[in-house]
C-alpha cells in the first residue's frame, strides 16, 4: 500500500474516532441535562407538595385556634350568667329576709300573753313577754324607723323601763322594753332582724324578759293583740 493510501485511511479513522467522540459527548451532555431537569422538576414538585402541606397545617392551626377561643367565650359567657343567676338569687333571698318580719328574740320561753289581767298591770298586759336571760340579743321584727328610745319608756312612762319603739312600713309600730343596754337611737333606719338592743329587767318587772308590743300609734294606750299581730305577719310563736 502506498503511503498516500495509509495516510488517507488514517484520516479517515481519526474523523470517524472524532465523530463518535463528539456524538458520546453530546448523549453524555443529554444524560446529565436531563437529569438536571429531572431533579430540577422533582424538587419543585417536592417544594409545591411542602407549599401546600404548610399551608394545609397552618390552616389547621388557625382553625384550632378560633375553636378554643370560641370555646374560652362561651365558657366565659357561662360563668358570667351563672355568677349573674348566683347574685340574683343572693338579692332576691336578702330582700326576701328583709321583708320578712322576725321574732324580736332568737330563743326564748313565752311569759305573759296579751290581754292578761292581774295586779301587775295598770288595765290588762299590753304586750307578750318572751322570758330570756338579761343580755339577750333583742332584734327588730322588720326594718322600719326608730320614733322613740331611752329610759322612762322611751315616754311611755316608768314601768317600761329603758325601751325602743320602732315605725314600720305598713304603719304600724313595735315595743321592745325592760331593755338593760339601748344600741338604737331616735331617726336611725333599722333592718330586719338588726340588734337594737340588750334584754334587761329595767321598770316594773319581777325578773329579766322582753316585753313586747305590737301598736296602731307610737304611744301607750294603742297596742293590738300582739299574737294576732304576729300571725298576721307570718309569725307564730
Not at 192 to 200: A, F, N, P, R, Y
Request: proline share 3%; no cysteine; aromatic share 6%.
Amino acid at each position: 500500500m502506498s503511503p498516500r493510501a495509509i495516510f488517507r485511511r488514517s484520516s479517515l479513522s481519526s474523523v470517524r474516532r472524532a465523530r463518535v467522540a463528539v456524538v458520546a459527548a453530546g448523549v453524555s451532555a443529554s444524560v446529565v441535562l436531563g437529569a438536571g431537569v429531572a431533579l430540577a422538576a422533582e424538587a419543585a414538585k417536592s417544594a409545591d407538595t411542602l407549599t401546600v402541606a404548610s399551608a394545609a397545617s397552618l390552616g389547621d392551626s388557625v382553625k384550632a385556634q378560633a375553636a378554643a377561643v370560641e370555646k374560652a367565650v362561651v365558657a366565659e359567657k357561662a360563668a358570667a350568667a351563672k355568677a349573674a343567676k348566683i347574685a340574683a338569687a343572693k338579692a332576691a333571698a336578702a330582700e326576701a329576709a328583709e321583708n320578712a318580719w322576725v321574732t324580736p328574740v332568737a330563743t326564748y320561753t313565752l311569759g305573759a300573753p296579751f290581754g292578761r289581767a292581774g295586779n301587775l298591770w295598770a288595765n290588762k298586759h299590753s304586750g307578750q313577754d318572751f322570758v330570756v336571760p338579761t343580755g339577750t340579743s333583742v332584734r327588730a321584727v322588720h326594718h322600719g324607723v326608730v320614733v322613740k328610745a331611752g329610759p322612762n319608756g322611751g315616754g311611755d312612762g316608768p314601768a317600761y323601763g329603758n325601751a325602743i319603739v320602732i315605725k314600720h312600713e305598713d304603719g304600724s309600730y313595735t315595743q321592745y322594753a325592760h331593755l338593760s343596754d339601748i344600741r338604737a337611737w331616735i331617726g336611725e333606719t333599722v333592718k330586719t332582724g338588726e340588734e337594737i338592743g340588750l334584754s334587761g329587767s329595767t321598770g316594773n318587772s319581777t325578773g329579766p324578759h322582753l316585753h313586747f308590743e305590737g301598736r296602731s300609734g307610737p304611744d301607750y294606750g294603742s297596742a293590738y293583740d300582739t299574737g294576732k299581730y304576729m300571725k298576721d305577719r307570718g309569725i307564730r310563736y
